[in-house]
């Protein structure tokens, strides 16, 4: 019997030699220290030719759970196809964060039935709302994540036996209408990638209603961020067939991460829509893809501290579409700023748009046609205040209206 592979200190020599093989793309760092004191490595794979603030930022983590290998595996699996020629153009769109072994010392002790980390905390209550993480791993990483507010966040992990395929765990966000079907999307995405790449797929992505308390459960929360625990086979295929679906998987997903879907302007992974649905959405607001992350944070926060509802009014009248901003008086957390989109009739014309009770400079929102209908995109540049907030875009249509509502 051999150990399972890559053992810890397979990866600590992996991450130096791969951040030494491609000095400028690939650096290593150490976040912190485990409860047994092991270093837990970080490589950021990035092309310093794009600035940091033009591009989104996703994290991937393996080894959450001590006695799952294929997730260490499939993590320092992507950062090596990273650093081949074919895939470098990822790292001119997007930083990406590998910390391929979370739990140094579940790893290094190969324990099963003991998440977290070795001192036997479940990863699913690491990190509670409104409190610190509560292990010496969850602090390293939560260190991470707030320094840089990733985008989406994958953690890797492995099943053993009993199962032909992969799977994903998915974590909804505060927006759960919004958040559900399209993770679900996702989901199918991938897994149609792995059937095309010869790996049949039998898992079934699972979601968790209630919020966990595991990484991808806070940020997905916390942070509006797209996550996925991804399930890997393991004892199915060997470890190398495993880390090649694995690596299927988390290549389509950073694609996707380089889109314009899902209602988005900018490319990224489907985590703009922060509230609300195409008809009256709630997105973060700044001209970097590093000043929308920490507005996304914030709008994020104000929501939890006390937005009762957020959305378009449901009848437009008199032509006005009006998106409802209700702000409590618990709210503490403003955004600087914000940005909202509305669809309307495509046969409408934008006349004004008001915020609050001023009109907003024509320069502050543009209407472009959508299959959907005509999308209307306001950037305000201003915070909300307790109590009502309101946007109201002003129309004209060519007909009249069969019911006045
Ligand atoms: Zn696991």
Same mark, same amino acid.
């Given at each position: 019997?051999?150990?399972?592979? =890559?053992? $810890?200190?397979?990866i600590?020599?992996e991450c130096l030699?791969l951040a030494?093989?491609a000095?400028g793309l690939a650096s290593f760092a150490e976040i912190g220290?485990?409860?047994?004191? +092991?270093a837990i490595p970080l490589l950021t794979l990035s092309d310093p030719?794009i600035p940091a603030d033009e591009k989104n930022v996703v994290l991937v983590s393996g080894g959450t759970?001590?006695?799952?290998?294929?997730g260490r595996?499939c993590a320092l699996g992507l950062a090596r196809a990273l650093l081949?020629?074919?895939h470098r !153009?990822h790292l001119q769109r997007q930083t990406v964060l590998i910390v391929p072994v979370t739990n140094?010392? %579940?790893? @290094?002790?190969?324990? =099963?039935?003991?998440?977290?980390?070795?001192?036997?905390?479940?990863?699913?209550?690491?990190?509670?709302?409104?409190?610190?993480?509560?292990?010496?791993e969850g602090r390293a990483m939560r260190e991470l994540v707030e320094h840089w507010i990733p985008d989406a966040h994958f953690d890797f992990?492995?099943?053993? %036996?009993?199962?032909? %395929?992969?799977? *994903?765990?998915?974590?909804?966000?505060?927006?759960?209408?919004?958040?559900?079907?399209?993770? $679900?999307? !996702? *989901?199918?995405?991938?897994?149609?990638?792995?059937?095309?790449?010869?790996?049949?797929?039998?898992?079934? =992505?699972?979601?968790?209603?209630?919020?966990?308390?595991?990484l991808p459960?806070w940020l997905a929360?916390?942070h509006?961020a797209f996550c996925m625990v991804l #399930?890997?086979? #393991?004892?199915?295929? &060997?470890?190398?067939?495993?880390?090649?679906?694995?690596?299927?998987?988390l290549l389509?997903l950073l694609?996707?991460g380089e #889109?314009? +879907?899902?209602?988005?302007?900018? &490319?990224n992974y &489907?985590c703009?829509?922060?509230?609300?649905?195409?008809?009256?959405?709630?997105?973060?607001?700044?001209?970097?893809y590093g @000043?929308?992350r920490a507005?996304?944070r914030?709008?994020?926060?104000?929501?939890?501290?006390?937005?009762?509802?957020? %959305?378009?009014? =449901?009848?437009?009248?008199?032509?006005? @579409?009006?998106?409802?901003?209700?702000?409590?008086?618990?709210?503490?957390?403003?955004?600087?700023?914000? *940005?909202?989109?509305?669809?309307?009739? +495509?046969?409408?014309?934008?006349?004004?748009?008001?915020?609050?009770?001023?009109?907003?400079?024509?320069?502050?929102?543009?209407?472009?046609?959508?299959? *959907?209908?005509?999308?209307?995109?306001?950037?305000?540049?201003?915070?909300?205040?307790?109590?009502?907030?309101?946007?109201?875009?002003?129309? #004209?249509?060519?007909?009249? +209206?069969?019911?006045?509502?």
């Amino acid at each position: 019997m051999t150990a399972p592979s =890559p053992t $810890y200190e397979d990866i600590m020599s992996e991450c130096l030699a791969l951040a030494g093989r491609a000095p400028g793309l690939a650096s290593f760092a150490e976040i912190g220290r485990s409860a047994e004191g +092991r270093a837990i490595p970080l490589l950021t794979l990035s092309d310093p030719a794009i600035p940091a603030d033009e591009k989104n930022v996703v994290l991937v983590s393996g080894g959450t759970d001590g006695n799952e290998e294929v997730g260490r595996a499939c993590a320092l699996g992507l950062a090596r196809a990273l650093l081949e020629p074919q895939h470098r !153009v990822h790292l001119q769109r997007q930083t990406v964060l590998i910390v391929p072994v979370t739990n140094p010392d %579940g790893t @290094a002790h190969d324990l =099963p039935d003991v998440q977290g980390n070795g001192s036997g905390i479940p990863a699913p209550e690491v990190h509670k709302p409104g409190q610190p993480p509560a292990t010496a791993e969850g602090r390293a990483m939560r260190e991470l994540v707030e320094h840089w507010i990733p985008d989406a966040h994958f953690d890797f992990h492995g099943l053993a %036996g009993g199962g032909m %395929g992969d799977s *994903a765990y998915l974590y909804p966000t505060v927006n759960e209408k919004w958040s559900i079907p399209v993770l $679900y999307e !996702v *989901a199918r995405e991938i897994e149609a990638a792995g059937e095309r790449a010869g790996y049949p797929q039998e898992g079934r =992505p699972r979601l968790w209603v209630n919020p966990r308390h595991n990484l991808p459960g806070w940020l997905a929360r916390q942070h509006s961020a797209f996550c996925m625990v991804l #399930e890997g086979t #393991e004892n199915y295929y &060997p470890i190398e067939e495993s880390v090649r679906a694995g690596l299927v998987r988390l290549l389509r997903l950073l694609e996707i991460g380089e #889109e314009t +879907r899902f209602f988005q302007v900018h &490319p990224n992974y &489907p985590c703009d829509v922060v509230s609300g649905s195409r008809m009256g959405a709630l997105m973060p607001y700044g001209a970097t893809y590093g @000043a929308r992350r920490a507005s996304r944070r914030a709008i994020s926060q104000m929501i939890l501290e006390g937005v009762p509802w957020f %959305g378009r009014k =449901p009848a437009d009248r008199g032509w006005v @579409a009006e998106i409802a901003l209700p702000v409590e008086a618990t709210v503490k957390t403003f955004p600087q700023g914000l *940005a909202f989109q509305a669809t309307l009739d +495509r046969r409408a014309t934008v006349t004004q748009v008001f915020w609050q009770d001023h009109v907003l400079e024509a320069n502050l929102w543009k209407v472009w046609p959508t299959s *959907a209908g005509l999308v209307v995109r306001a950037e305000v540049p201003e915070a909300p205040v307790h109590g009502e907030n309101a946007l109201r875009i002003r129309y #004209e249509v060519p007909f009249k +209206r069969h019911v006045e509502p």
